[in-house]
Antibody
Protein backbone atom coordinates (compact mmCIF):
# COMPACT_ATOMS: atom_id res chain seq x y z
CA UNK A 1 0.00 0.00 0.00
CA UNK A 2 1.40 3.39 -1.02
CA UNK A 3 2.17 5.79 1.81
CA UNK A 4 3.10 9.46 1.51
CA UNK A 5 5.09 11.79 3.78
CA UNK A 6 5.52 15.52 3.28
CA UNK A 7 8.67 17.35 4.37
CA UNK A 8 10.06 20.85 4.11
CA UNK A 9 10.44 24.17 5.94
CA UNK A 10 7.57 25.23 8.15
CA UNK A 11 8.35 28.93 7.74
CA UNK A 12 8.98 30.81 4.51
CA UNK A 13 9.58 34.54 4.07
CA UNK A 14 7.33 36.64 1.83
CA UNK A 15 8.49 36.82 -1.81
CA UNK A 16 10.59 33.67 -1.42
CA UNK A 17 9.97 30.21 -2.83
CA UNK A 18 8.15 27.52 -0.88
CA UNK A 19 9.68 24.07 -1.46
CA UNK A 20 8.14 20.80 -0.25
CA UNK A 21 8.92 17.17 -0.92
CA UNK A 22 6.69 14.12 -0.72
CA UNK A 23 8.41 10.79 -0.13
CA UNK A 24 6.62 7.75 -1.52
CA UNK A 25 6.86 4.34 0.14
CA UNK A 26 5.17 1.09 -0.82
CA UNK A 27 5.09 2.06 -4.49
CA UNK A 28 7.04 3.74 -7.27
CA UNK A 29 6.64 7.25 -8.66
CA UNK A 30 7.71 5.76 -12.01
CA UNK A 31 4.69 3.54 -12.47
CA UNK A 32 1.11 2.86 -11.50
CA UNK A 33 -2.21 4.57 -12.11
CA UNK A 34 -1.36 7.65 -10.07
CA UNK A 35 -1.08 11.34 -10.67
CA UNK A 36 1.21 12.64 -7.91
CA UNK A 37 -0.66 15.60 -6.44
CA UNK A 38 -0.49 18.58 -4.13
CA UNK A 39 -3.47 20.08 -2.32
CA UNK A 40 -3.50 22.80 0.34
CA UNK A 41 -5.82 24.05 3.06
CA UNK A 42 -5.50 27.55 4.60
CA UNK A 43 -6.27 27.68 8.32
CA UNK A 44 -10.01 27.36 8.90
CA UNK A 45 -10.76 27.12 5.18
CA UNK A 46 -11.47 24.50 2.56
CA UNK A 47 -9.30 22.39 0.28
CA UNK A 48 -7.59 23.89 -2.77
CA UNK A 49 -6.16 21.81 -5.62
CA UNK A 50 -2.63 22.93 -6.53
CA UNK A 51 -1.67 20.47 -9.27
CA UNK A 52 -0.26 17.09 -10.18
CA UNK A 53 2.33 15.31 -12.27
CA UNK A 54 2.17 12.01 -14.07
CA UNK A 55 5.30 9.91 -14.02
CA UNK A 56 6.02 10.55 -17.69
CA UNK A 57 6.30 14.22 -16.81
CA UNK A 58 2.98 15.67 -17.88
CA UNK A 59 1.56 18.17 -15.41
CA UNK A 60 -1.67 19.95 -14.60
CA UNK A 61 -1.83 23.06 -12.45
CA UNK A 62 -4.61 25.12 -10.89
CA UNK A 63 -5.01 28.07 -13.27
CA UNK A 64 -4.99 30.52 -10.36
CA UNK A 65 -1.54 29.28 -9.26
CA UNK A 66 -0.08 28.16 -12.56
CA UNK A 67 2.34 31.06 -12.99
CA UNK A 68 3.99 30.31 -9.64
CA UNK A 69 3.86 26.50 -9.36
CA UNK A 70 6.24 23.77 -10.43
CA UNK A 71 5.71 20.09 -9.59
CA UNK A 72 8.47 17.63 -10.40
CA UNK A 73 9.38 13.99 -9.84
CA UNK A 74 12.69 12.51 -8.69
CA UNK A 75 12.63 8.85 -9.64
CA UNK A 76 16.02 8.15 -8.04
CA UNK A 77 14.70 9.18 -4.62
CA UNK A 78 11.10 8.04 -5.21
CA UNK A 79 9.88 11.53 -4.37
CA UNK A 80 7.89 14.31 -5.94
CA UNK A 81 8.17 17.98 -5.11
CA UNK A 82 6.31 21.26 -5.05
CA UNK A 83 7.79 24.70 -5.62
CA UNK A 84 5.62 27.81 -5.18
CA UNK A 85 7.34 31.08 -5.94
CA UNK A 86 6.74 34.65 -4.76
CA UNK A 87 4.77 33.57 -1.72
CA UNK A 88 2.60 35.87 0.37
CA UNK A 89 0.68 35.42 3.61
CA UNK A 90 -2.20 34.06 1.52
CA UNK A 91 -0.08 30.97 0.82
CA UNK A 92 -0.03 30.05 4.50
CA UNK A 93 -1.69 26.64 4.68
CA UNK A 94 -1.41 22.97 5.45
CA UNK A 95 0.04 21.37 2.33
CA UNK A 96 -0.94 17.78 1.52
CA UNK A 97 0.57 15.45 -1.01
CA UNK A 98 -1.84 12.88 -2.38
CA UNK A 99 -2.27 10.33 -5.13
CA UNK A 100 -4.93 10.90 -7.76
CA UNK A 101 -5.90 7.41 -8.89
CA UNK A 102 -6.80 7.36 -12.59
CA UNK A 103 -8.78 4.16 -12.12
CA UNK A 104 -10.91 5.49 -9.26
CA UNK A 105 -10.96 9.08 -10.52
CA UNK A 106 -10.27 10.25 -6.97
CA UNK A 107 -7.58 11.32 -4.53
CA UNK A 108 -7.35 8.01 -2.71
CA UNK A 109 -4.17 8.27 -0.62
CA UNK A 110 -3.14 11.33 1.38
CA UNK A 111 -0.10 12.32 3.40
CA UNK A 112 -0.60 13.68 6.90
CA UNK A 113 0.05 17.23 5.73
CA UNK A 114 2.61 19.84 6.69
CA UNK A 115 1.91 23.37 7.91
CA UNK A 116 3.72 26.15 6.08
CA UNK A 117 3.58 29.70 7.39
CA UNK A 118 4.60 32.67 5.27
CA UNK A 119 5.94 35.39 7.52
CA UNK A 120 8.95 37.62 7.89
CA UNK B 1 -15.34 31.24 -4.38
CA UNK B 2 -15.47 27.66 -5.63
CA UNK B 3 -17.26 26.62 -8.83
CA UNK B 4 -18.81 23.87 -6.71
CA UNK B 5 -21.35 25.01 -4.14
CA UNK B 6 -21.92 23.11 -0.90
CA UNK B 7 -24.04 24.22 2.07
CA UNK B 8 -21.72 25.37 4.88
CA UNK B 9 -23.45 23.14 7.41
CA UNK B 10 -25.85 20.24 7.81
CA UNK B 11 -27.17 18.52 10.89
CA UNK B 12 -29.40 15.77 12.15
CA UNK B 13 -30.17 13.73 15.21
CA UNK B 14 -28.48 10.35 15.63
CA UNK B 15 -30.14 7.79 13.40
CA UNK B 16 -31.46 10.36 10.93
CA UNK B 17 -30.57 10.55 7.26
CA UNK B 18 -28.48 13.59 6.32
CA UNK B 19 -27.88 14.59 2.70
CA UNK B 20 -25.22 17.03 1.49
CA UNK B 21 -25.46 18.63 -1.92
CA UNK B 22 -22.71 19.73 -4.29
CA UNK B 23 -23.95 21.99 -7.07
CA UNK B 24 -21.91 22.59 -10.20
CA UNK B 25 -22.36 22.94 -13.94
CA UNK B 26 -22.25 21.06 -17.22
CA UNK B 27 -18.48 21.57 -17.41
CA UNK B 28 -17.81 19.74 -14.17
CA UNK B 29 -20.42 17.60 -12.39
CA UNK B 30 -22.52 17.30 -15.53
CA UNK B 31 -19.75 15.56 -17.43
CA UNK B 32 -17.22 14.11 -14.99
CA UNK B 33 -17.00 11.77 -12.00
CA UNK B 34 -17.51 13.22 -8.53
CA UNK B 35 -15.64 12.11 -5.40
CA UNK B 36 -16.33 12.88 -1.74
CA UNK B 37 -13.94 13.25 1.19
CA UNK B 38 -14.36 13.20 4.96
CA UNK B 39 -12.07 15.29 7.16
CA UNK B 40 -11.83 15.39 10.94
CA UNK B 41 -10.18 18.40 12.63
CA UNK B 42 -6.40 18.28 12.43
CA UNK B 43 -6.29 15.27 10.13
CA UNK B 44 -5.93 14.64 6.42
CA UNK B 45 -9.02 14.12 4.28
CA UNK B 46 -10.10 10.55 3.58
CA UNK B 47 -11.74 9.28 0.41
CA UNK B 48 -15.37 8.39 1.08
CA UNK B 49 -17.00 8.05 -2.35
CA UNK B 50 -15.45 7.79 -5.83
CA UNK B 51 -16.91 7.69 -9.34
CA UNK B 52 -20.12 9.33 -8.12
CA UNK B 53 -21.44 6.41 -6.06
CA UNK B 54 -18.68 3.88 -5.32
CA UNK B 55 -17.40 3.22 -1.81
CA UNK B 56 -13.77 2.22 -1.12
CA UNK B 57 -13.35 -0.90 0.97
CA UNK B 58 -13.70 -0.12 4.64
CA UNK B 59 -16.16 2.75 4.21
CA UNK B 60 -19.44 1.89 5.97
CA UNK B 61 -22.43 1.38 3.71
CA UNK B 62 -24.36 4.09 5.54
CA UNK B 63 -22.43 6.51 3.30
CA UNK B 64 -23.74 6.73 -0.24
CA UNK B 65 -23.29 8.98 -3.27
CA UNK B 66 -25.51 9.92 -6.19
CA UNK B 67 -25.69 12.42 -9.02
CA UNK B 68 -28.43 14.13 -10.97
CA UNK B 69 -27.65 16.52 -13.79
CA UNK B 70 -25.23 19.14 -12.50
CA UNK B 71 -25.61 18.29 -8.81
CA UNK B 72 -24.12 15.53 -6.71
CA UNK B 73 -25.25 14.28 -3.34
CA UNK B 74 -23.71 12.41 -0.44
CA UNK B 75 -25.99 10.86 2.14
CA UNK B 76 -25.36 9.50 5.60
CA UNK B 77 -28.07 7.03 6.56
CA UNK B 78 -28.31 6.53 10.29
CA UNK B 79 -26.18 9.46 11.41
CA UNK B 80 -23.76 8.71 14.23
CA UNK B 81 -21.88 11.10 16.50
CA UNK B 82 -18.60 9.86 15.02
CA UNK B 83 -19.73 11.12 11.59
CA UNK B 84 -19.30 14.73 12.77
CA UNK B 85 -16.73 16.06 10.32
CA UNK B 86 -16.24 18.25 7.29
CA UNK B 87 -17.20 16.80 3.92
CA UNK B 88 -15.90 17.93 0.52
CA UNK B 89 -16.88 17.11 -3.03
CA UNK B 90 -14.38 17.24 -5.90
CA UNK B 91 -14.51 16.92 -9.67
CA UNK B 92 -12.60 17.77 -12.87
CA UNK B 93 -13.74 21.00 -14.54
CA UNK B 94 -13.44 21.00 -18.34
CA UNK B 95 -13.54 24.82 -18.58
CA UNK B 96 -10.80 25.32 -16.02
CA UNK B 97 -8.88 22.23 -17.13
CA UNK B 98 -8.24 21.37 -13.52
CA UNK B 99 -9.67 19.68 -10.48
CA UNK B 100 -11.87 21.66 -8.10
CA UNK B 101 -13.16 21.13 -4.59
CA UNK B 102 -16.41 22.32 -3.10
CA UNK B 103 -16.25 24.70 -0.16
CA UNK B 104 -17.02 21.94 2.33
CA UNK B 105 -19.95 21.10 4.59
CA UNK B 106 -19.68 20.69 8.34
CA UNK B 107 -21.94 17.91 9.58
CA UNK B 108 -23.16 18.01 13.17
CA UNK B 109 -25.03 15.36 15.11
CA UNK B 110 -27.49 17.17 17.38
Amino acid sequence: QVQLQESGPGLVKPSETLSLTCTVSGGSVSSGPYYWSWIRQPPGKGLEYIGYIFHIGSTNYNPSLKSRVTISVDTTKNQFSLKLSSVTAADTAVYYCATYNRVNNAFDIWGRGTMVTVSS
Amino acid sequence: QSVLTQPPSASGTPGQRVTISCSGSSSNIGSNYVSWYQQFPGTAPKLLIYRDDQRPSGVPDRFSGSKSGTSAFMAISGLRSEDEADYYCAVWDDSLSGRVFGGGTKVTAL
